[in-house]
């Protein structure tokens, strides 16, 4: 589906079609605004400016993609494990050790390969992530397919009505098996890569926990996230004085692991389109069932 369409089914009196985009379909304005100067806003059939009033009969359609895109972005070909596929948005399992974007130090990413998937598909889309994780973190990512979905589903996260649930498994056994951290989160300096909790400095971060399962030296606790800062798992499980096990910039090294075990393992959201509520699971990795196999014959 390359359009939005909406019809005015009922009597409608001095109702921009501005208005009514952004109050009743809950469209950006700047989405607006952009479709508007690309002429991708039509009436009927033909363009239309944004001050023009609706009427009964009017049928409204907006071309989602923007007029050539174009990224610079190599598509290079990489296996990825797509969970849920449309025409509105692609959610993928990632796999740890690979970043999400390309940067000056890691020219190969995600981003590449997914690029390839859309250009063997014969797709216009670009890369536009809804959600970012970590280089060492797995699990699901969201990728939307067009200017509109990455808007709605942007907007979601604002709301918090975009839920993602984590898997981490931490060192020593926490005092409360579940418990909220609402700490704020603070980058000390601009060069500096690790955060840290702050009293009243920094972006305000909230992370609920449960402990799953108890080992002798371990536990396995699922995290819901209702803000999305950078790090803010490790830096609140840190704080709790339990780091994620492998975690070298929170934690310390772990010879037994080459990475912090956390894993993105559950999303939850609005379809773009059909605004039906989305729920996706992703097993956790090798590496984590691996360690915790090792793990289940000390379980408390």
Do not use: W
Not at 97 to 112: G, M, Q
């Amino acid at each position: 589906m390359n359009f939005l369409k909406y019809k005015i089914l009922h009597d409608i009196k001095d109702v921009k079609i501005r208005d009514y985009l952004k109050y009743e379909k809950g469209l950006s304005s700047r989405f607006i605004k952009q479709a508007s100067i690309e002429r991708r806003v039509l009436v009927n059939g033909s363009s239309v400016k944004l001050n023009y009033y609706l009427k009964k009969g009017d049928e409204i359609n907006i071309k989602i993609n923007r007029k050539d895109e174009t990224q610079n972005i190599e598509p290079i070909f990489m296996e990825l494990d797509i969970i849920y596929e449309d025409e509105f948005i692609l959610v993928i399992n990632k796999p740890p050790f690979i970043v999400v974007h390309p940067s000056k130090s890691h020219e190969i990413s995600l981003a590449n390969g997914i690029m390839y998937h859309f250009k063997v598909n014969n797709s216009d889309s670009i890369v536009r992530l809804v959600n970012r994780l970590d280089m060492n973190t797995s699990g699901m990512l969201v990728v939307a397919k067009n200017q509109y979905s990455h808007m709605f589903l942007s907007k979601l996260i604002q709301e918090n009505i975009f839920k993602k649930e984590y898997l981490a498994i931490v060192h020593g056994n926490l005092k409360e098996v579940e418990g909220v951290i609402e700490k704020n989160i603070f980058r000390p300096s601009d060069d500096s890569i690790k955060r840290v909790v702050h009293n009243t400095e920094g972006q305000y971060a909230k992370t609920i926990y449960k402990v799953i399962e108890r080992y002798e030296n371990s536990d396995l606790v699922n995290v819901l996230i209702e803000t999305g800062r950078t790090h803010q798992i490790r830096v609140h499980m840190n704080y709790l004085g339990h780091p994620i096990v492998g975690d070298d910039l929170y934690g310390f090294e772990n010879s037994e692991v080459k990475r912090q075990l956390l894993h993105a393992h559950k999303i939850k959201f609005h379809h773009p389109y059909t605004k039906e509520v989305l729920t996706f699971k992703c097993p956790m990795p090798d590496d984590m069932l691996n360690y915790i196999e090792k793990q289940n014959n000390l379980k408390i």
